[in-house]
């Protein structure tokens, strides 16, 4: 089936384009590269190919040399007498055990092929290496038959092909439809119904350069450009294996939408990605780019090996790098030679080299923050942390001055120590203590709400029992006789709790302390699970309540890694809370060495190791520096005389240093990479096995490709300059092709993800190598490329396919008739939201949960995952963002892009598929989110004009697809707007509960019946094949 | 139905025949759309496959597997292994274990201690020398004579994730298609109103947390998206999106459909794209779908003796009992493939709080299933799979004591079984070493297991490919995979 609509592409294109376009004469010519190779591929070179490991009868067929070489008084393909060639016999014959290929493969030569490879070898059976290795040179524009027709060089190309089928080009489409076409194509949105009546009422003869101009301008752009790209990245919100928890890696998905908008040159785009951490001075955004080599799935599965999880994980790097800008498939390789395409298994592993250097355990943990990553604060967060920064730097000043300052002398009597009330040890203020797992409303409050420490404090406001908390904190908070248990409440006075209770964690949650009444009735009353301690405090002021840590049978070396704080009812802050040991009185002197002789006698001493250091040498042989140090540590911490002064300077140095660390916690992370100082060694792994280790391998590259540019190092960096090389054949083409691929739906080779042997040939071989070039010319200008599509004569034809054109050129490879195809996922979605006027326009930032059906996460989810439960956002700055910001769970995608062909990003995918079905249908008429767009569509129609339904009709209708309708599609509309009417009119309750859908409730002073009504024809408008098609 | 609907259709059908793309005949405009849109055309054959498929008259039409996900433990269920009982708590010798992997959960244990089953088996007749099968199982136990139990599965992966993507898709990485796409892709769709590839989650009852699924596990993979298995769901409606906006009716929907489809015929003529065609036939697959799908799911015919058949769980929508009776339901309506994950199976620890939960989840609702196929007629060319993605150890792992145990994760030998179409009914295949270590009879591994899963249903597996990244992708590797001959009929 495939291959006969291949060879029928191809027999076209050979009569159609290539032929004039190679100038190379009689359209029955025989071209090696575009009729030979392919069969010679598919049919032959699985057993006389590359690879050594399964070549038969010692014979190879993909080279010349191979295929003429005396195979002992006869040949496969004869130099002298191509007519005695033993293939021309293999092909044909009627024995079995002789034919080729044999029959037992299944791969039968069919008749057409056969011909062409007599036809081949009756011409000499010349070989020509494969087209996509061969240099890229800059064609010269072909002769066309209309220059006038033209309007840049690949219409010079496309023409000549058209030329050569004697098919004619479309004319060029409307305005309208060119306007909807190119705005979708460069923003994935809909133009608004003002933006196509200013096109087309703009008479300037640049009008349309225009509009393009201001579409590549607009932030759309990037969002629009950046999710092909997210395809091939394979992007996602979470790990993607097993547990599939959270991960945070937005700001790369941010990086590259703003590398498209900033037109970033695609050089930089590339090598930023590929190896921004090995750029001099890398900055953060840089290494921001990295996580490109981070985004393959990643697992913590429990039992999994890591040398295993390693390997997988490089290879998916290659996997991605060989598709992504090769076009190749070098994964083959990975196992054993590629059957097809000079890569052996040793490129396979020579280019593993390059990337499996990761600084990095291999395994996630499940973490969002799978290290290697970088911090980003927000502006925000920036301006914050440097303030806090410069506080702290002025109480370290201030406490350096007071030591200099503080005025001591060595008594000659020293005097007994004196005790200080001990330190509290601060625990949870501004941020949790590491490592601790929370559950429930943590909401952290400041900014003009009651604070008692720091820069905020966690509220919650309860009806009945509620409460926040957390486990798993590492180091836990170990407990000493006689500690005290302490927290800050403030309590509402509008809403006053009737109870508050703390709980602590240690293997159960049965030590529990409370105030106020009894109504929460967990543990047992009067017990260490149920601990009365007293009254509620007063509301309106911070209390510190204190628990004795016997009370609620905390004994001396229990470890509390949880705390909880619950409440029945009200309103109730918490802040800074810990413990206070009474035991730990501190030592004050007011003499040296009267500190030293107590330091020296204590089992433990409590002076830090390093002037403990100098403690323990003889006072004669300290140095001068030494004596400073420990006059300065005495004077900051020991001495009685200066306690009070200290004391409050270091709480406030505690304080912020903890403000410091709270702020640092809730940074956004994201994957980067990190290289190993030393390079991890790589092996050739038989059979692709992580334990079958077999030679080791330096970085290098296959062979049929050049080698790195001279001066290149030999790394990730050295890989990005030898793609950018303009010897390279195989990156700029690869480029270009996908993104023709996006504008046309069909690449100029089909297989965007395959430009090896067994890829398709490509149907305008001259065109690719013009693109590849004006590119690189352009300075790698992305949006001066995208200009040069869409404003091609060739790209303006109409859409329009008659009979003839879909007979010869059913995909429209010719490009006899303008783009026309479903829009992908991503667009359908905000297309909806788009013309119902609620999509919130507003870039980056965290992925979105908009609605989705219940149970997706559930029924598929590890139970103990962090992204088990799908929870919808709400608020349209969450529900109505575009689809791009979406949060990509990857074992559960979002249905609404999945159902529309979007792939899972489990893998490197640059070419999606685009289907056509009934789930589809399903989902446009009744998502609710779709319905709710036709809600709103349908508001804006009943704002718009006096109340003339055709008028409405004709605006609705122009908002879905550009333009009015015309007479007889008017005449259905209103026919069916006068149906709906009926209907609802007569049934008031039903059609209330129509209009009820999504984030808004429906306007009060519209009656239920016409928007209902008007609903139903905005969803008809919107599932139109028109308003899914671009 | 509703009449007024058929009347519709009638005029649909009729509607589209004499309108059928532009003046061309309908076997030319068969031809120029492809199947996509002869497929979803009313009246027409239903979405077929490929045209050189079947490869040969298939045994199966169509197939059930009931995939319990998480591994169930062969040495409690199955594989009988008397000897162990005198070795308890001793040593496995390293002779059986030779330096085989482990996962890192009991690879830093410093002991493997035997962990005989606890559970009675008893050797029940089947058409051969019997089948050991233990007390878990008493349903099993009845229809002994229906199974062919294969010993000796074997498989590379020794992770949840990676092994059930193998056995689900042929590949232990993401990206590849799932056999049920595959199925879809070949053998395409024998009823027009319901997809060809249906897949249940059903629940379960261990109380360990449960390994995750995946959607790649029926997924398309390289192949066309609308292989893509269609979950049937117990929470909200079965099919995504399938119920209208509350409010609107059939009769509303329909109205609207009318219209739909009279302006699209106007974008058909304006443009000529057949794929306008496609979307036109297509839009009223989902309104029949829209009656089709409910009518399956209603179980409110079904009479009183199906649910005791099935169990008291098969009322609970969700309930592995349920998307059993369920699975009939759709085999009866052609549905090509049906895919019920029950997870559950990971007993790492306390097999004997766990296994009988999850055993007593499955056992009833599995014998009910094959006992209700052969009754109508249906077990004969419908055929049943039940299995996991590897087996479990006899070694303990964590504390053992007589009354209780856990076992780790064993890819060298697991147990499945096989029901109906084509294949030996009443036999035990494959053997394994007195400990359940290692296979020592008859290995099968799982592509060669699915290469006789598709041999059965008329697929030579070394044929059935799809270009993909310049290879022929085959469910079953590039390696030999050859068809288990010994269990077909």
Redesign the interface.
């Given at each position: 089936?495939?291959r006969t609509t291949i060879i029928g592409l191809a027999g076209l294109l050979a009569a159609a384009v290539t032929a004039p376009a190679e100038g190379a004469g009689s359209a029955g010519e025989i071209s090696f590269n575009r009729d030979i190779r392919p069969i010679l591929s598919d049919k032959c070179f699985a057993c006389h190919g590359p690879d050594e490991e399964t070549r038969e009868a010692d014979l190879r067929l993909d080279t010349y040399e191979g295929a003429t070489a005396d195979l002992g008084g006869y040949f496969a393909l004869d130099p002298h007498d191509p007519a005695d060639s033993e293939i021309l016999f293999r092909l044909e014959t009627d024995d079995e055990d002789e034919l080729m290929p044999p029959p037992e493969t299944?791969k039968p030569l069919e008749p057409g092929e056969i011909a062409l490879l007599k036809k081949w070898i009756a011409a000499g059976g010349a070989y020509d290496p494969h087209w996509s290795f061969k240099p890229v040179a800059k064609p010269e524009l072909p002769p066309v038959s209309d220059p006038g027709w033209t309007r840049n060089g690949i219409d010079h190309f496309i023409r000549a092909g058209l030329d050569a089928a004697k098919l004619a080009p479309n004319a060029e489409a409307g305005r309208r439809a060119l306007a909807r076409r190119v705005t979708l194509d460069l923003t994935g949105l809909p133009p608004t119904v003002e933006e196509v009546r200013e096109f087309v009422n703009d008479s300037r003869p640049d009008a349309y350069e225009r509009l393009v101009d201001r579409l590549l301008a607009s932030p759309r752009f990037g969002e629009h450009m950046a999710r092909y790209w997210l395809d091939a990245v394979r992007y996602g919100d979470t790990h993607?294996?097993?547990?599939?928890n959270y991960r945070e890696f937005y700001p790369y998905r941010d990086w590259i939408i703003e590398a498209f908008n900033e037109n970033k040159p695609w050089d930089l785009f590339v090598t930023e990605q590929l190896a921004g951490d090995l750029l001099p001075e890398p900055t953060r955004e840089q290494l921001v780019a990295t996580g490109f080599n981070r985004a393959h799935?990643t697992?913590a599965?429990?039992?999994?090996?890591?040398e295993e999880v390693y390997v997988?994980n490089v290879k998916?790097r290659i996997d991605t790098f060989g598709?992504l800008f090769l076009g190749l498939?070098v994964?083959?390789a990975g196992?054993h030679n590629h059957?097809?395409?000079p890569v052996s298994q040793e490129d396979y592993y020579s280019m593993f080299a390059y990337f499996n250097s990761l600084d990095a355990d291999p395994m996630d943990g499940n973490k969002k923050d799978h290290a290697p990553v970088v911090k980003l604060p927000n502006p925000d967060q920036e301006a914050d942390l440097e303030r806090l920064r410069a506080e702290l730097a002025a109480t370290e000043a201030a406490i350096r001055e007071a030591v200099d300052g503080a005025e001591f002398r060595e008594p000659d009597e020293p005097s007994p120590p004196r005790f200080a009330d001990p330190e509290e040890v601060v625990w949870i203020d501004d941020a949790l203590p590491d490592g601790a797992r929370q559950t429930g409303p943590w909401n952290f409050e400041g900014d003009g709400a009651p604070v008692y420490s720091g820069q905020v404090a966690h509220r919650q406001s309860a009806e009945g029992v509620d409460q926040h908390f957390f486990d798993k904190a590492k180091p836990p908070l170990e407990i000493a006789a006689d500690d005290v248990l302490f927290a800050y409440v403030w309590l509402d006075p509008d809403d006053p709790p009737k109870q508050i209770m703390m709980q602590w964690f240690t293997r159960t949650w049965d030590q529990r302390a409370y105030w106020g009444e009894n109504n929460i009735d967990w543990g047992k009353d009067g017990s260490p699970s149920r601990r009365r301690i007293g009254d509620l405090p007063e509301a309106g002021q911070w209390t510190r309540l204190e628990v004795k840590a016997s009370e609620v049978g905390l004994k001396p070396g229990a470890k509390v890694s949880g705390w909880a704080f619950t409440q029945f009812g009200g309103t109730v802050r918490w802040d800074k809370a810990g413990k206070v040991s009474p035991n730990d009185k501190v030592p004050l002197f007011d003499s040296i060495a009267g500190w030293i002789a107590h330091e020296l006698q204590l089992e433990k001493p409590t002076a830090p190791a390093k002037v403990l250091e100098i403690i323990r040498k003889e006072p004669g042989k300290r140095t001068d520096g030494e004596e400073r140090r420990l006059r300065e540590h005495f004077i900051e911490h020991v001495f009685a005389g200066t306690r009070g002064q200290f004391r409050k300077l270091h709480e406030e140095k505690a304080s912020l240093e903890r403000q410091i660390a709270a702020i640092g916690k809730k940074l956004t992370t994201t994957l980067v990479w990190k290289e190993r100082a030393e390079p991890k060694p790589a092996y050739i792994l038989e059979r692709g096995e992580y334990?079958h280790k077999g030679e080791e391998v330096s970085r290098s590259l296959p062979e049929f490709l050049p080698p790195l540019p001279a001066g290149a190092p030999n790394d990730r960096l050295g890989l990005a300059q030898w793609l950018l090389d303009p010897a390279h054949p195989l990156f700029a083409r690869v480029t270009v092709n996908r993104f023709w691929q996006q504008v046309f739906g069909t690449g100029i080779v089909k297989?965007a993800?395959?430009f090896?042997?067994?890829?398709e040939q490509p149907s305008h071989p001259e065109l690719l190598d013009w693109l590849a070039v004006r590119y690189r010319e352009l300075g790698w200008d992305t949006k001066e490329l995208m200009k040069l599509l869409v404003t091609s004569a060739t790209y303006r034809q109409d859409?329009?396919?008659?009979?003839e054109k879909?007979?010869r050129d059913?995909g429209n490879r010719l490009v006899a008739r303008g783009p026309?195809?479903?829009l992908d996922a991503e667009t359908l979605r905000d297309q909806a939201l788009s013309v119902s006027g609620l999509l919130v326009e507003k870039l980056g930032g965290p992925g979105v949960k908009p609605p989705q059906?219940?149970?997706l996460w559930k029924?598929?989810?590890?139970?103990?995952?962090n992204t088990v439960k799908f929870t919808a956002d709400t608020g349209p700055e969450k529900v109505h963002r575009r689809s791009i910001y979406t949060f990509w769970k990857r074992?559960?995608?979002p249905?609404q892009m999945?159902?529309a062909?979007a792939p899972?990003r489990?893998?490197c995918v640059v070419r999606r598929?685009r289907?056509?079905?009934?789930?589809?249908?399903?989902?446009f008429?009744?998502?609710?989110q779709y319905?709710e767009t036709a809600r709103h569509l349908a508001e804006r129609a009943l704002g718009h004009g006096s109340g003339d339904a055709r008028e409405r009709l004709g605006f609705l209708f122009e908002c879905a697809v550009a333009r009015p309708p015309?007479a007889?599609?008017l005449a259905?509309?209103h026919?069916?707007y006068l149906?709906?009417a009926r209907?609802f009119a007569a049934d008031p309750e039903?059609?209330?509960?129509?209009?009820?859908?999504g984030e808004f409730p429906p306007p009060e002073d519209l009656d239920p019946a016409e928007l209902?009504t008007w609903t139903?024809l905005a969803?008809?408008v919107m599932?139109?094949?028109?308003f899914?098609?671009k | 139905m509703n009449p007024l609907h058929e009347h519709r259709l009638a005029l649909t059908r009729r509607h589209f025949f004499r309108q059928g793309g532009?003046g061309?005949g309908a076997a030319a405009l068969g031809h120029?759309l492809g199947q996509?849109?002869m497929a979803?055309a009313p009246g027409m054959k239903a979405a077929a496959g490929?045209?050189h498929l079947p490869h040969f008259a298939p045994k199966a039409k169509r197939a059930i597997y009931l995939f319990m996900s998480g591994a169930p433990s062969q040495l409690d269920m199955f594989d009988y292994k008397p000897k162990m009982a005198d070795l308890f708590d001793e040593d496995l010798p390293e002779s059986i274990r030779q330096g085989q992997?482990l996962?890192?959960?009991?690879s830093k244990q410093k002991r493997f201690p035997v962990a005989p089953s606890m559970y009675a088996f008893e050797k029940v007749a089947n058409n051969a020398d019997g089948a050991w099968i233990s007390e878990l199982l008493p349903y099993t136990k009845k229809m002994a004579k229906d199974l062919c139990i294969i010993k000796s599965m074997h498989t590379e992966a020794?992770?949840?994730?990676p092994a059930i993507t193998y056995f689900c898709t042929g590949d232990q990485?993401?990206?590849k298609a799932s056999l049920g796409a595959w199925l879809s892709y070949g053998l395409g769709s024998e009823n027009e109103n319901l997809p060809a590839f249906v897949v249940m989650?059903a629940t379960w009852s261990a109380k360990r947390?449960?390994?995750?699924?995946?959607?790649?596990l029926w997924?398309?993979g390289f192949l066309?998206?609308?292989h893509?298995g269609?979950?049937l769901?117990s929470?909200?409606?079965p099919?995504?999106?399938?119920?209208?906006?509350?409010?609107?009716?059939r009769?509303?929907?329909r109205?609207?459909l009318?219209?739909?489809e009279?302006?699209?015929r106007?974008?058909?003529e304006?443009?000529?794209?057949?794929?306008?065609q496609?979307?036109?036939a297509?839009?009223e697959?989902?309104f029949r779908?829209?009656a089709s799908v409910p009518e399956l799911t209603d179980l409110s015919q079904e009479p009183e003796r199906t649910f005791e058949a099935y169990g008291p769980d098969s009322r609970k929508p969700g309930t592995f009992a349920n998307c059993a009776l369920m699975a009939r339901r759709l085999a009866e309506r052609g549905v090509r493939f049906t895919q019920i994950f029950h997870r559950g199976w990971d007993q790492h620890g306390n097999i004997a709080g766990d296994l009988p939960l999850q055993c007593r989840d499955v056992d009833q609702a599995a014998h009910a299933l094959i006992t209700d196929l052969r009754e109508r007629g249906m077990l004969e060319d419908t055929l049943v799979v039940w299995g996991g993605e590897f087996g479990r150890t006899i070694y303990c792992q964590g504390k053992l004591t007589r009354e209780n145990y856990g076992r780790?994760?064993h890819p060298r030998n697991f147990t499945i079984w096989m029901a109906g179409a084509g294949v030996k009914p009443g036999i035990v295949y494959g053997e394994t070493d007195d400990f359940s270590y290692n296979v020592t009879e008859n290995p099968v591994h799982i592509h060669s297991f699915n290469a006789t899963l598709l041999h059965l249903l008329g697929i030579?597996h070394?044929?059935f490919t799809f270009?993909h990244?310049?290879?022929d992708q085959r469910l079953t590797g590039?390696e030999s995979a050859p068809v288990v001959k010994d269990i077909l009929l």
């Open positions: 089936m495939i299944g993607g294996l097993h547990l599939d799935v697992t599965e429990g039992g999994s090996i890591k997988r998916d598709t498939t994964t083959c196992c059957k097809f395409d334990d297989t993800e395959d090896g042997l067994q890829g859409a329009t396919v008659t009979a879909l007979a059913p026309r195809f479903r059906p219940d149970g029924t598929v989810g590890y139970s103990g995952s074992t559960a995608p249905p999945s159902i062909d899972p489990e893998s598929e289907t056509n079905t009934p789930l589809q249908a399903l989902m008429m009744n998502d609710p319905f015309q007889d599609e259905i509309l026919e069916t149906d709906h209907e039903r059609a209330r509960k129509t209009v009820t859908v209902a139903m969803s008809l599932n139109l094949d028109e899914l098609n | 532009m061309l120029l996509d849109a979803a490929l045209p992997r996962t890192t959960m009991t020794i992770n949840h994730d990485l993401p990206g989650n947390d449960a390994q995750a699924i995946y959607n790649r997924g398309s066309p998206s609308k893509q269609v979950l769901r929470q909200g409606d099919v995504l999106f399938l119920s209208n906006p509350e409010g609107v009716e009769n509303t929907r109205r609207m009318d219209a739909l009279k302006l699209n106007k974008t058909l304006s443009f000529g794209d057949p794929e306008t496609a979307r036109i297509q839009y697959m989902a779908m829209q780790d994760h030579n070394r044929q270009k990244q310049g290879l590039v």
